[in-house]
């Protein structure tokens, strides 16, 4: 009789640890929360100063699109103008698509990379065209 209820103890003993286990992990979990919880295009958006290949220097802003993957670029090409682009977490790509800008119309479209360095976000604009203008730009988060 007395080995059953050594072996009964056991087992409520071993059903303790388990629960008490369970909830210790249970505890060591925290809760997701906005803060954790960033998109791609956050590291885009702000206000940029742009260098282009050209000798031009301006700023441009970086806002939120219709989607969680889409930005909107303002003064694009230092044209008083805005384009839309889609964003990954290291490229940036303006479709082909019509601008209205300081003196007209604007044929654009752009590719670029974003890096980091010593903690500042920078976009390597390799394809920057503007109608007939096809040139480079650096833009470095401010």
């Not at 992990?25 to 295009?41: I, K, M, V």
């Not at 301006?58 to 103008?81: C, K, M, P, Q």
């Not at 007209?104 to 394809?127: N, P, V």
């Amino acid at each position: 009789m007395r080995f059953l209820d050594m072996r009964h103890e056991t087992a409520r003993t071993a059903k303790f640890l388990l629960v008490a286990l369970f909830f210790a992990a249970l505890a060591g979990c925290t809760p997701e929360t906005d803060d954790d919880f960033s998109l791609a295009r956050d590291k885009y958006l702000g206000s940029w100063q742009c260098q282009d290949s050209d000798g031009a220097g301006y700023h441009a802003t970086i806002s939120t699109g219709s989607s969680d993957i889409e930005v909107v670029v303002n003064n694009f090409f230092d044209l008083r103008g805005r384009v839309t682009a889609v964003v990954t977490e290291g490229t940036i790509t303006v479709n082909k698509q019509i601008m209205q800008g300081i003196q007209g119309t604007y044929h654009c479209e752009g590719f670029g990379r974003l890096t980091q360095k010593s903690g500042t976000h920078i976009i390597y604009w390799e394809k920057y065209i503007a109608n007939d203008d096809d040139i480079t730009s650096t833009f470095t988060k401010q």
